[in-house]
């Protein structure tokens, strides 16, 4: 099918989402304003107070709140948006996993932002570390195109009757939100044509009542639960062949584990988010020295594509996790220890050491990823001295 | 329904524990908790239907002829003897 | 908008028990104790609201008793999220509404939407929830099943306790006589947001409360009512005497019943002559454990407040804002 004629257009990546909002045509959007995610949110406020786009703005008073009044306008039938950031992602947490139990399609922004303490504006991956498992779709993407672009995928794959599960899509906090970046759009009629309107499964109407959110005693608790571990699983599938007509629609092709220069690679960097753009310019240098190191892009994180990541890191024998969140106490950095966890049944398996970079918006450049590698390897012909490691702490 | 609730295979649960058929509690006998059942003298009783206004169960059921009797919910709290307003509901002992 | 103006006190177009509706819209086969006050006026509730609606539900007692997997005693459409943000959920289910009956995707008229919560998940903490609801004047009716504890959880005390009361966290001892504040005012609170319908209820009353719930599901914009739930379990009081109790709660002026509309206050029972509070103390082991000065106070404080109710409802001009811009404006 032919790619229909673009246009390329600077605008803050914040603004982008939005428009992909708009152009998805949401219907109820209750949002609560944090930074990073402000410029979302007011940009959306904006279009709906001018008619141009037909939905309720909900000024809701809280995040918890936000998720809550989502939960009533999906489980009413109509598109739903919101979008958080941070301490309001941690506000709006036992909420989440009941949006999820409760299968309701849901799209949310998570403009990333450490969380507190201390409190840091900045951006990090420790709010929706913080969320793994409230059993949502969750991806990551590096750029605004990519913000943009799944952003409005993210409401066909949640609404598609096969997977009917809220999707978190994760964009660094400032990194993109606040940075003003070239974007392809596209037009309303070609959206239109890939995003019908929603036809709920449930919905709340006094023609056909219903009840959601009936309590389970324990001799149901755990099938209740399979059903929803079932589902997210299962999701894979129809995330990818909305993925493919997306790429066969805009030529732009997305797939849960990407790769950039990773043949021959015995020396693998795997990152998720913006940095991985960063990670690719050292991956180039190093290159150019001779050095055969290569990059993994992780951007499904769940359902975590574990053979989809094994393949990615077959024939590595280094491989250096670097992680933008802490797990305190803990074996291992959150990304580091599901690596591990998909790696372990393999009878030949990678060294893998971790790294958390980045925390609180610390500023990461390309000469950054060529130390840790250099770390990395002389840790391992030594021995590695710790599990995991926080890359550039003074002290 | 078929199958005893605590049996339901997890591909037998609706999609997100909806229960799609209003007012199923029904099927659950609250009957079974009485220990003391209410019986309406039918000479007193001048068929206002106060009883059947005030019991939280909706445990009380008109008869053909317009008087009012408990139904299978009756847990047997009292409250209908209580505020009848002739006095012809006495409580009995379940049993007796 | 029809203005309800103050010589408009809440009509009866029914008033024989017969001629009610036989509809149950909350079934029987719930699990409330017997003789639950709560159960009797959800009853009533559900049945004064009509078919066309929507309930959002708190966690707490009702939820509890009304919808164990895979049974529901509800026939309307109804949706338990959490405990603490029913009146969120229902902002949410208002805009949804809002936007289906835009677009023309409404097969009906607009169904109302209600919103239900005990006292803890009203006045504590839904207290930010609900306060948000009725500032945005969301097109709602907020039902506040108030049985004065967190039941639910074992009778520990809330914000709606009643002063002297005994609960498991407000327990009598050398050192206490029990709950130690006076309830908090959540019909104040609620007025105070400008809304156009507050309103107090009991199932001692019922036909009040019935024709008071239709009030205000027909009124634009956020509606308020607080429903006295005698909890027979909680409360320490035999079974059977629920509805006597929660008559005796308004006969003693410890529970008045009233309406607030666009600011304006009137009572809608107005017993001839107030009873000693101990009347309505007495029957309920809750109290039993206080001693003749904190029933006089709690006797002089009833009586302080009614006396102060009486004025409102005589002050000739409301000292209200009106907060939410009907539609259409």
Known sequence: ?395 | MSKAWDQLTWQEIEVGGVLTEPGTARNYNTGDWRSSRPVWDRDRCIKCGICWTVCPEAGISETPEGYFEMNTYCKGCGICAKECVTGCIKMVLEGS | MEKFGFAESTKFDTYASRMMPRDEFFTSGHRSCQGCGEALAVRWVCKAIGKDAIIAHATGCMEIVSSAMPQTAWMHPWIHVAFENTSAVASGIDAALKVLERKGKLTGARPKVVAMGGDGGTSDIGLQALSGALERGTNFTYICWDNEAYMNTGIQRSSATPFGAMTTTSPPGKQSYGQRTWKKDMVAIAVAHGIPYVATASPGYLFDLYFKVKKAVETPGPAYIHVLSVCPTGWRSATDLSVRLARLATETAVFPLFEVVDGKYQLTVEPPKIRPVRDYLKPQGRFRHLRDPEVEFIQKQVMDRYKLLLEKCQAPFPEFVPVHVPEGI
Request: glycine residues 6%.
């Open chain 1, 1 to 395: 099918m032919a790619v229909p004629e673009q246009k390329r257009i600077g605008m803050e990546v914040s603004i982008a989402v939005s428009h992909a909002v708009q152009l998805a045509r949401a219907e109820a959007i209750a949002a609560y304003p944090i930074t990073p995610q402000t410029h979302i949110v007011e940009h959306l406020s904006s279009v709906v107070a001018n008619g141009e786009l037909d939905a309720e703005f909900v000024t809701v008073e809280s995040e918890h709140s936000a998720m809550s009044a989502s939960i009533g306008s999906a489980a009413t039938g109509v598109r739903t948006y919101t979008a958080t950031s941070s301490q309001g992602l941690a506000l709006m947490n036992e909420i989440l996993f009941i949006a999820s139990a409760m299968r309701l399609p849901i799209v949310m922004t998570v403009a990333n932002r450490a969380l507190s303490g201390p409190l840091s504006i900045w951006n990090d991956h420790s709010d929706i570390m913080a969320a793994r498992d409230i059993g949502w779709v969750q991806i990551f993407v590096e750029n605004g195109q990519e913000a943009f672009d799944h952003t409005i995928m993210s409401f066909k794959i949640a609404e598609d009757h096969r997977v009917l599960l809220p999707i978190a899509v994760n964009l660094d906090g400032f990194i993109l939100s606040h940075v003003v970046e070239a974007h392809e759009l596209l037009d309303q009629e070609t959206v239109d044509k890939f995003l019908p309107p929603l036809v709920p499964y449930h919905k709340l109407d006094p023609a056909k009542p219903v009840t959601m959110g009936a309590f389970a005693m324990p001799e149901l608790f755990t099938e209740v639960k399979m059903a929803h571990q079932v589902a997210l699983n299962n999701s894979y599938g129809p995330i990818l062949e909305i993925w493919q007509e997306w790429g066969d629609l805009t030529g732009r092709h997305y797939k849960p584990v990407e790769t950039y220069r990773t043949e021959g690679a015995k020396t693998v960097i795997l990152i998720m988010g913006s940095l991985a753009e960063v990670a690719e310019t050292a991956v180039d240098a190093m290159r150019e020295q001779g050095l055969p190191v290569g990059l993994v892009k992780l951007r499904l994180w769940r359902p975590f594509p574990f053979e989809d990541l094994r393949n990615a890191l077959a024939g590595a024998e280094l491989v250096i996790v670097c992680d933008r969140a802490l797990s305190l106490g803990g074996a291992a950095s959150p990304v580091m220890a599901e690596v591990r966890s998909t790696m372990y049944p393999l009878p030949k398996k990678p060294r893998i050491l971790g790294y958390t970079i980045g925390l609180g918006g610390r500023d990461t450049q390309p000469e950054d990823f060529e130390k840790v590698v250099q770390h990395a390897q002389a840790e391992v012909k030594q021995g590695p001295s710790q599990e995991y490691y926080i890359y550039g702490v003074r002290g």
